[in-house]
């Protein structure tokens, strides 16, 4: 009968809150206990862990950037540099080279270590131009967003794209050029240093001065070692080799070139 019930005749008794929170903290901290040591011998080997620390420097990376630029370019042109640093680790280990992984510098770059030297000036151009290659390839999509979009975000880094990398293939020590050239002949990059010097005076700039100093160093290095006989086993490289490497670098530079042509935008990046 409806009129005989009474809903506030049965009140099931409420527990207190801090038992409520007791019988949750219970089994997460059992589950916690359990996994312990698991859960140590994973943070210990964070550290260890190479993409934690190319992620780490790719952070600071785009947050210096992103005091010159909006944090959307920032975080798209660290992007381009990590595809371009790629390129060069993929084709070090099929070289069978061991090297580290990208580490990035805010304002200069990003650069990948080797840890043992190429077996010859073959191996080490294909090394350097692998980086150009496939941070071209990479470049498509930011200029099929912009194709797609209409969105000048993405011309803008397809631009920047196309510069760095044909930055990057100018024929001087330590950039990738001058590690590309150096299988044509040892002289192209010495003549790439001194061009350089003069690019350098017309337009100074602190990155330039450092390609100046460390170039110039392996530059010197090189030149003071021509004539012994493992520098000349170095620089003997097949012509096949040689042909095909300046077939490569000379198509780059025509794709590079053309591409920043295609992409230029006129105004300032800061206001993308």
Not at 137 to 162: E, H, K, S, W
Request: charged share 15%.
């Amino acid at each position: 009968d409806e009129r005989d019930y009474d809903p506030h005749a049965y009140r099931p008794e409420q527990k207190p809150w801090w038992k409520r929170w007791f019988g949750w903290l219970v089994p997460i901290g059992i589950i916690l206990f359990s996994w312990g040591a698991k859960l140590k011998g994973l943070l210990l080997l964070l550290p260890k862990l190479k993409f934690v620390t190319t992620g780490l420097s790719m952070f600071v990376s785009i947050g210096a950037y992103t005091l010159l630029w909006t944090w959307k370019f920032a975080l798209g042109f660290v992007l381009l540099l990590f595809v371009h640093e790629m390129g060069h680790v993929l084709q070090l280990r099929r070289e069978g080279i061991k090297a580290s992984a990208p580490m990035f510098i805010p304002f200069m770059g990003a650069f990948v270590g080797m840890k043992e030297l190429p077996k010859d000036a073959g191996a080490e151009a294909r090394v350097g131009l692998a980086g150009p290659v496939l941070g071209t390839l990479g470049i498509l999509v930011p200029l099929g967003l912009y194709f797609a979009t209409g969105n000048d975000l993405f011309r803008a880094l397809a631009f920047m794209g196309f510069f760095l990398n044909l930055i990057n293939l100018l024929p001087v020590l330590p950039l990738d050029g001058g590690r590309a050239l150096q299988a044509l002949s040892p002289w192209v990059t010495f003549a790439g240093f001194l061009g350089f010097v003069v690019l350098a005076y017309l337009f100074p700039h602190p990155i330039m001065l450092l390609v100046l100093l460390f170039g110039g160093l392996e530059t010197w290095r090189r030149f003071r070692s021509r004539n012994s006989e493992e520098t000349q086993r170095f620089n003997s490289v097949p012509l096949r080799t040689r042909m095909l490497v300046a077939a490569t670098y000379l198509a780059l530079v025509i794709v590079l070139a053309a591409g920043m042509d295609l992409s230029f935008v006129p105004r300032p990046l800061g206001g993308v």
